[in-house]
């Protein structure tokens, strides 16, 4: 059962999310333990792999290069600096990792050529490899999906109503035609939201309402706290309730069984019971790390210690679906062809001239 046609519609949704809380995490438990492993939690780590400067205006983010904030633009990572990463965060327990571009789009370039050589690298390590670099059309997807990428993150963070007061600079629209995309090229989609926006109750449920309308719905779908960040519009947001957190995921468990529910960004805000109380009411993902892609989480130890109390168990690489394989890519394969081409040729040329001592010239005014 990917959605549960008990709760499609606004008010039965509604009434679920308002049920009394206890009743609400004891239904959503159930329901977990139907699809999923209730001891299991996948420790997913993040990465920004490309920093800051977006051109984005989406009113929570520190990396929208028009607000002022603690966040500078940097460069693309390289390839051999973000395998390094994986590698450690592989040995730290991840068995997935997200990586994270500050772009509105992907653009056909290098940098991207750069990326789909890191889909590949990490892939290789055994790793599930997601990816969230704004949006993307087919082409795009497909080179995606053949080196290798397990997942796509497209967040339509709110309802379609609410969205307007948080981003100008793209529709609702845009977002779902890459989900769309990634969908289309056999990639999992990861898509969630965000809560603690200002938002009503209304626009938590007119999100998933938005995921209850697609064909299939997205395999993951991460629940954040907003991380109200100082500089960006929603700078003074008071922070949520940790209940308000623990209905969320326990609304998204029941109205979507199948679904892996990820307690995402905001959990350096709740404590162990909150968070237990999450995992009981059905999820079973955390970003691990002391870093999210440029605020805090939780230090590494600390969530450790909440495994150990919680008896809980980090889970593994493709549980739920096969490992992708990695194919060459033909742009790549072509730009490394030439590459060695030019090399062969400047070191041809250089034998050439081995030994070739320049005539000496007299300069005469
Ligand atoms: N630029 C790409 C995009 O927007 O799709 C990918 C990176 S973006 C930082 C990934 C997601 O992080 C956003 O869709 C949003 O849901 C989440 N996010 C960003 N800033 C946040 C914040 N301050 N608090 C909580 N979640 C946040
Ligand atoms: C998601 O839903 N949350 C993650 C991941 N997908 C990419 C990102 C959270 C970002 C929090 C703000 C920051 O650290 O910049
Ligand atoms: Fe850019 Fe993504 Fe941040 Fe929006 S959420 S400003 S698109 S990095």
């Not at 990861?190 to 938002?199: A, K, L, P, R």
């Not at 079973?284 to 909440?306: C, H, Q, R, V, Y």
């Not at 194919?327 to 060695?340: F, G, H, N, Q």
């Amino acid at each position: 059962m990917k959605v549960n046609s008990q709760y499609n519609t606004k008010k039965s949704l509604l009434e679920l999310y308002n049920k009394p809380l206890l009743e609400l995490v004891f239904e959503a438990a159930t329901m977990h333990r139907q699809y999923h492993d209730p001891r299991e939690v996948q420790m997913s780590s993040l990465l920004s792999i490309k920093t800051g400067g977006c051109s984005e205006d989406c009113g929570y983010c520190p990396q929208a290069a028009r607000y002022n904030t603690d966040v500078d633009a940097q460069k693309l990572m390289t390839v051999d600096s973000v395998v390094e990463q994986a590698k450690n965060a592989k040995e730290n327990g991840s068995s997935r990792l997200c990586m994270g571009a500050a772009w509105r789009e992907v653009r056909d370039n290098k940098d991207f050529d750069n990326v789909v050589e890191m889909v590949q690298s990490v892939n290789e390590l055994g790793m599930e490899v997601c990816c969230t670099l704004g949006m993307l059309n087919e082409n795009q997807a497909e080179r995606l999906k053949n080196a290798g990428l397990f997942a796509y993150n497209h967040n339509l963070d709110s309802s379609k109503e609410y969205y307007k007061d948080v981003i100008s600079t793209r529709e609702y629209e845009d977002r779902l035609n890459t989900i769309e995309n990634a969908r289309k090229a056999g990639i999992s989609v990861c898509s969630g939201g965000i809560i603690g926006m200002g938002e009503a109750v209304e626009d938590r449920i007119g999100l998933l309402l938005s995921y209850m309308e697609m064909e299939t719905p997205p395999e993951s779908i991460p629940i954040n706290a907003l991380v109200a960040v100082e500089g960006t519009p929603l700078e003074d947001q008071k922070p949520i309730e940790q209940w308000e957190m623990i209905r969320m995921v326990a609304t998204t468990r029941i109205a979507f069984p199948k679904s892996v529910v990820r307690l995402s960004a905001g959990r350096t805000k709740m404590n162990m019971e909150g968070q237990a109380l999450c995992f009981m009411a059905g999820a079973s993902s955390i970003f691990a790390g002391d870093k999210l892609l440029t605020t805090p989480n939780p230090e590494f130890n600390e969530d450790m210690e909440m495994f150990k109390i919680l008896g809980l168990t980090p889970k593994a690489a493709f549980s739920d679906d096969e490992q992708p394989v990695s194919l060459p890519d033909p742009i790549i394969e072509e730009r490394k062809k030439k590459e060695m081409e030019r090399a062969q040729q400047l070191a041809e040329a250089r034998a050439k001239h081995e030994g070739f001592t320049p005539r000496k010239v007299t300069l005469v005014d």
